[in-house]
């Protein structure tokens, strides 16, 4: 039965004799154990016992322990003091809200753990373990949020509320690694949240403050974002307050608080990134020996994309795909204690990423004045965007091509001796166009001149080939064959001078060609094929020096 129906059902019997004996009940101050609750209009003994009570507590003992001479008529507004231990207690689950990469959940019933997915509940005596790069985030029954990191072990000892009053009572235990706890504050002073390691408890009511342990040499760690934590164990307790942090040594009294390293000024970027991987920089900070780096869905960081400890003041960021993301920054001192964090909002536009560029490369040299542009296939893109233009930013366009297939496409038309700008992108099987790849220059020059060999000399029984010269810095490259389809060679070489002494060469005909390779390593056109006869009387030449040799042909 109710209380509503029992209640009623006995009213007119109790109703004066309950009066009369709140009478004779002395009146108590509200002790620091109770809790208190504002009547409102409508509200009655009964329904406020049947809410908040115990079942083997009556409703007659809150009529008396708030003399209430008329438990038909409470005046909205007075305030009722009801003792903690009469106040009905019940589990409180927690909510697993965002996850990412492997955890696992073991509740006190079961004999194995199951996988942690996001919109998971989780009891008291629930043993929650992270991977290596996992993490997710509870919250508890007030809206508190903890955030548990990468290969970390928590225990869930007691998920409680004090049903209907707002109280919760939320203990855990660290085992080992990392947490970062988001505290509401606390309403009424049963409330309590701590968490406990292998040698400290940090109790609060209403903070933002992280805790370490380390299992392996039994050492903790609290640091105190925003209100204040009281650390202790069983030799002492120490109140550290915002933007403080205690280290406690495996058997040892918390230290002393000292202070937190400040945020670092990130170098947040205004635009979108377009580019990955991309350098995120911020300004070190002196007393820093290491900073760790967070990156988040959103500024809420419930689950963590990446948790890295660095040396430097820099970061790449990974290809994270398009979208919004939220890094955090705080340096890490010499007392291994971490900092207070720097916040980043920032969006990548990243995707589909433009292809490697094959040719022509930035700053190059081509000759052909209609010119064939040439990368690689990116898997994200089903097709391609190519622009041509005659200026770095791409406000004078010679030719565009928005549904490029394949990786190359060649110039729609002949162009003049000068300066040129490409550039191309991806476009995904969706119509999305990503980022355009950098403004790459070229130059459009005429080809080298083809050298055309001089008539042959003799120099103290040397055959001696030459050929004008180019312009300083141009090699040339040299074939001597017996053969008009240059099959077979007898020299096959490149000198940086425009001649080449031959010794005892065969007789025969012989024929050479040349080409100048210019200073960007371009290889010219084949000048004419030249021929010669050697007769019989040259048969004691050979190539001079396995230098390079070039003949002198003689049509």
């Given at each position: 039965?109710?209380?509503?129906?029992?209640?009623?059902?006995?009213?007119?019997k109790?109703?004066?004799?309950?009066s009369?004996?709140?009478?004779?009940i002395?009146a108590?101050?509200?002790p620091?154990a109770d809790?208190?609750y504002?009547?409102?209009?409508?509200?009655n003994?009964?329904?406020l016992a049947?809410?908040?009570?115990?079942?083997?507590?009556?409703?007659?003992?809150?009529?008396?322990?708030n003399?209430?001479?008329?438990?038909l008529?409470?005046?909205?507004?007075?305030?009722?003091?009801?003792?903690?231990?009469?106040?009905r207690?019940?589990?409180?689950p927690a909510?697993?809200?965002?996850?990412?990469g492997?955890?696992?959940?073991?509740?006190a019933?079961a004999?194995?753990?199951?996988?942690?997915?996001?919109?998971?509940s989780?009891?008291?005596g629930?043993?929650?373990?992270?991977?290596?790069?996992?993490s997710?985030?509870?919250?508890l029954a007030?809206?508190?949020h903890?955030?548990?990191?990468?290969?970390s072990?928590?225990?869930?000892?007691?998920?409680?509320?004090y049903?209907?009053?707002?109280?919760?009572?939320?203990?855990?235990?660290?085992k080992?690694?990392?947490i970062?706890?988001?505290v509401i504050?606390l309403?009424?002073?049963?409330?309590?949240?701590?968490?406990?390691?292998?040698?400290?408890i940090?109790?609060?009511?209403?903070?933002?403050f992280?805790?370490?342990?380390?299992?392996?040499?039994?050492?903790?760690?609290?640091?105190?974002?925003?209100?204040?934590?009281?650390?202790?164990?069983?030799?002492?307790?120490?109140?550290?307050?915002?933007?403080?942090?205690?280290?406690?040594?495996?058997?040892?009294?918390?230290?002393?608080?000292?202070?937190?390293?400040?945020?670092p000024?990130?170098?947040?970027?205004q635009?979108?990134?377009?580019?990955?991987?991309?350098e995120?920089?911020?300004?070190?900070?002196?007393?820093?020996q290491?900073?760790?780096?967070?990156?988040?869905?959103s500024a809420?960081?419930?689950?963590?994309?990446?948790?890295?400890?660095?040396?430097e003041?820099k970061?790449?960021?990974?290809?994270?795909?398009n979208?919004?993301?939220?890094?955090?920054?705080?340096?890490?001192?010499?007392?291994?204690?971490?900092?207070?964090?720097?916040?980043?909002?920032l969006?990548?536009a990243?995707n589909?990423?433009?292809?490697?560029?094959l040719?022509?490369?930035?700053?190059?040299k081509v000759?052909?004045?209609?010119?064939?542009?040439?990368?690689?296939?990116?898997?994200?893109?089903?097709?391609?965007?190519?622009q041509?233009?005659?200026?770095?930013?791409?406000?004078?366009?010679?030719?565009?091509?928005q549904?490029?297939?394949?990786?190359?496409?060649?110039?729609?038309?002949?162009?003049s001796?000068g300066h040129?700008?490409?550039?191309?992108?991806?476009r995904?099987?969706?119509?999305k166009?990503?980022?355009?790849?950098?403004?790459?220059?070229?130059?459009l020059?005429?080809?080298p001149?083809?050298?055309?060999?001089?008539?042959?000399?003799?120099?103290?029984?040397?055959?001696v080939l030459?050929?004008?010269?180019?312009?300083?810095?141009?090699?040339?490259?040299?074939?001597l064959s017996?053969?008009t389809?240059?099959?077979?060679?007898?020299?096959?070489?490149?000198?940086?001078?425009?001649?080449?002494?031959?010794?005892?060469?065969?007789?025969?005909?012989?024929?050479v060609?040349?080409?100048?390779?210019d200073?960007?390593?371009?290889?010219?056109?084949?000048?004419?094929?030249?021929?010669?006869?050697?007769?019989?009387?040259?048969?004691?030449?050979?190539?001079?020096g396995?230098?390079?040799?070039?003949l002198?042909?003689v049509?």
């Open positions: 039965m109710s209380y509503r129906t029992r209640g009623r059902c006995q009213l007119g109790w109703l004066v004799a309950a009369l004996a709140a009478m004779f002395p108590f101050a509200a620091t809790w208190s504002r009547v409102r209009p409508g509200d003994i009964w329904d049947a809410r908040f009570l115990k079942p083997d507590v009556p409703w007659q003992k809150l009529q008396g322990y003399n209430v001479a008329d438990p008529h409470l005046p909205p507004g007075m305030t009722m003091h009801v003792p903690v231990a009469w106040l207690l019940r589990p409180a909510k697993i809200i965002a996850v990412i492997n955890a696992t959940a073991k509740p019933d004999a194995q753990a199951i996988p942690v997915v996001k919109d998971m989780v009891g008291f629930t043993d929650l373990v992270t991977l290596a790069g996992a997710l985030t509870l919250e007030d809206g508190s903890v955030l548990m990191q990468s290969d072990e928590l225990s869930l000892d007691r998920l409680s509320e049903g209907g009053t707002g109280m919760v009572d939320t203990r855990m235990r660290l080992r690694g990392r970062n706890s988001d504050p309403n009424g002073n049963a409330a309590r949240f701590s968490v406990s390691t292998p040698n400290t940090s109790s609060v009511r209403g903070t933002h992280r805790v370490v342990a380390n299992a392996d040499d039994g050492t903790a760690r609290t640091e105190v974002v925003s209100g204040r934590v009281d650390v202790g164990n069983d030799k002492r307790h120490v109140m550290v307050k915002t933007g403080l942090g205690v280290a406690t040594s495996g058997n040892a009294a918390p230290g002393q608080p000292e202070a937190l390293l400040s945020a000024e990130l170098h947040c970027p635009e979108p990134v377009s580019q990955v991987p991309f995120f920089q911020w300004t070190a900070l002196a007393s820093a290491h900073y760790r780096v967070q990156i988040a869905p809420k960081f419930e689950a963590l994309l990446l948790d890295q400890v660095i040396d003041n970061i790449n960021l990974p290809d994270l795909g979208g919004g993301y939220a890094i955090r920054v705080r340096g890490i001192g010499n007392n291994q204690l971490e900092g207070l964090d720097a916040t980043c909002l969006a990548i990243a589909p990423q433009p292809p490697l560029v040719e022509p490369q930035p700053n190059s000759r052909d004045a209609r010119p064939t542009f040439r990368w690689t296939e990116s898997q994200q893109a089903a097709s391609y965007v190519w041509l233009s005659s200026d770095p930013a791409f406000g004078q366009l010679l030719a565009d091509d549904t490029v297939h394949g990786s190359d496409k060649r110039a729609p038309q002949s162009l001796y040129y700008f490409w550039r191309v992108a991806s995904d099987a969706q119509g166009v990503g980022p355009y790849t950098k403004s790459m220059p070229f130059e020059v005429p080809n001149p083809a050298p055309e060999p001089g008539a042959p000399k003799h120099e103290r029984g040397d055959l030459s050929w004008p010269e180019g312009t300083p810095g141009q090699r040339y490259h040299i074939q017996q053969k389809d240059f099959s077979k060679l007898l020299v096959d070489d490149t000198v940086s001078e425009p001649q080449l002494s031959l010794k005892k060469l065969p007789s025969g005909k012989w024929y060609r040349v080409q100048t390779i200073t960007d390593g371009y290889a010219g056109p084949w000048g004419p094929i030249q021929r010669t006869r050697i007769p019989c009387t040259a048969c004691r030449w050979v190539e001079a396995g230098g390079v040799v070039l002198w042909l049509l």
